[in-house]
């Protein structure tokens, strides 16, 4: 295992940049990182950006000096890279993609849709912004072909558009905006079907046969599936949602969440064996291996050595 550095080449904020990978572990690359006393915002999925003045701090630690070709071609080779289509995308490329895909599933409500649009750019999210949102709506695309039905899209559209932290209160606050908002556009019974849809979010545990139900919630669930540069973003984002819960209450909470999920069950009843953590066939099909990988690991870390984990070297405001 190596630690290897790039020379700092890379002009930004008035300083030059270097880029700080692991050839073999993204835990080695976290620690170093933090030694170097790098904050995490400074990761990017596969590497952390470090200025020029912490350069020779870095070779000092025992960072490896390389060309950025090489950095690049052992990245690949660690099997860590990557690539920019799997990276979550900027918050501006994302308020493009849902502007583009409000305009299309809602032709003639531009005011309403910038609304929306707002209440997911408020600066208090960090996972669930705008780009949560552009990832679920996606999903649902991988999941029906491009062709999601309305009430789903909208669902999805609705689901985090009121988000304080408040699990449960927030959910039934964006159910009873939906109705309010959307009554008197797609009429009463669609608009109270996109609200049954949004208060599913609470649990994901739509009852058998509930086509939409399972489609909204694997979609919503679709992040854990995602590589593990970007399932630590992710999880980076959540811990940063919850800055004001102490480390260590919120380790256990994350904890106990982890192992719900494992176990197939939900925050509001326990796990099961056997049961699935996507209710689609598709959903289970496209992520369920893939999610489960990223959640035992994350398990593994939270159980082992919790203090030292990625999670507890979160840089809090």
Same mark, same amino acid.
């Given at each position: 295992?190596?630690?290897?550095?790039?020379?700092?080449?890379?002009?930004?904020?008035?300083?030059?940049?270097?880029?700080?990978?692991?050839?073999?572990?993204?835990?080695?690359?976290?620690?170093?990182?933090?030694?170097?006393?790098?904050?995490?915002?400074?990761?990017?999925?596969?590497?952390?950006?470090?200025?020029?003045?912490?350069? !020779? +701090? #870095? =070779?000092?630690?025992?960072? $490896?000096?390389?060309?950025? %070709? *090489?950095?690049?071609? @052992?990245?690949? &080779?660690?099997?860590?890279?990557?690539?920019?289509?799997?990276?979550?995308?900027?918050?501006?490329?994302?308020?493009?993609?849902?502007?583009?895909?409000?305009?299309?599933?809602?032709?003639?409500?531009?005011?309403?849709?910038?609304?929306?649009?707002?209440?997911?750019?408020?600066?208090?999210?960090?996972?669930?912004?705008?780009?949560?949102?552009?990832?679920?709506?996606?999903?649902?695309?991988?999941?029906?072909?491009?062709?999601?039905?309305?009430?789903?899209?909208?669902?999805?559209?609705?689901?985090?558009?009121?988000?304080?932290?408040?699990?449960?209160?927030?959910?039934?606050? !964006? +159910? #009873? =905006?939906?109705?309010?908002? $959307?009554?008197?556009?797609? %009429? *009463?019974?669609?608009? @109270?079907?996109? &609200?049954?849809?949004?208060?599913?979010?609470?649990?994901?545990?739509?009852?058998?046969?509930?086509?939409?139900?399972?489609?909204?919630?694997?979609?919503?669930?679709?992040?854990?599936?995602?590589?593990?540069?970007?399932?630590?973003?992710?999880?980076?984002?959540?811990?940063?949602?919850?800055?004001?819960?102490?480390?260590?209450?919120?380790?256990?909470?994350?904890?106990?969440?982890?192992?719900?999920?494992?176990?197939?069950?939900?925050?509001?009843?326990?796990?099961?064996?056997?049961?699935?953590?996507?209710?689609?066939?598709?959903?289970?099909?496209?992520?369920?291996?893939?999610?489960?990988?990223? =959640?035992?690991?994350?398990?593994?870390?939270?159980?082992?050595?919790?203090?030292?984990?990625?999670?507890?070297?979160?840089?809090?405001?």
């Amino acid at each position: 295992m190596a630690i290897l550095i790039d020379e700092p080449r890379w002009p930004n904020h008035g300083t030059l940049w270097a880029h700080l990978v692991s050839d073999a572990s993204l835990s080695e690359l976290h620690g170093f990182a933090s030694t170097l006393g790098i904050p995490t915002r400074g990761f990017d999925h596969d590497h952390y950006d470090v200025p020029a003045h912490l350069h !020779a +701090a #870095a =070779l000092g630690l025992g960072a $490896l000096p390389v060309s950025s %070709g *090489e950095l690049v071609r @052992r990245l690949i &080779a660690s099997g860590l890279r990557v690539p920019a289509r799997h990276r979550a995308p900027s918050r501006a490329a994302a308020v493009e993609d849902a502007v583009r895909r409000w305009d299309h599933l809602m032709p003639g409500h531009p005011h309403l849709g910038a609304s929306l649009t707002g209440r997911w750019r408020e600066p208090h999210r960090h996972y669930h912004d705008v780009r949560h949102l552009t990832q679920c709506l996606a999903a649902l695309d991988e999941l029906t072909g491009g062709t999601p039905t309305r009430p789903v899209a909208l669902a999805a559209w609705y689901h985090d558009a009121v988000y304080l932290g408040r699990p449960g209160q927030d959910e039934e606050a !964006a +159910a #009873a =905006l939906a109705e309010a908002e $959307l009554a008197p556009v797609v %009429g *009463e019974p669609e608009a @109270r079907e996109v &609200a049954r849809l949004v208060r599913l979010t609470t649990t994901h545990a739509p009852d058998p046969g509930d086509q939409s139900g399972a489609l909204l919630s694997d979609a919503d669930l679709s992040i854990l599936a995602v590589n593990q540069g970007r399932y630590h973003v992710y999880l980076r984002d959540v811990r940063l949602e919850y800055s004001h819960v102490p480390d260590a209450e919120f380790l256990e909470g994350r904890r106990q969440v982890v192992e719900s999920l494992l176990g197939g069950g939900t925050l509001a009843e326990a796990p099961s064996p056997g049961r699935h953590l996507f209710h689609s066939p598709q959903g289970r099909d496209l992520w369920e291996a893939d999610a489960r990988e990223n =959640l035992q690991a994350e398990l593994r870390s939270l159980t082992s050595d919790p203090e030292n984990g990625w999670l507890a070297r979160v840089t809090l405001p």
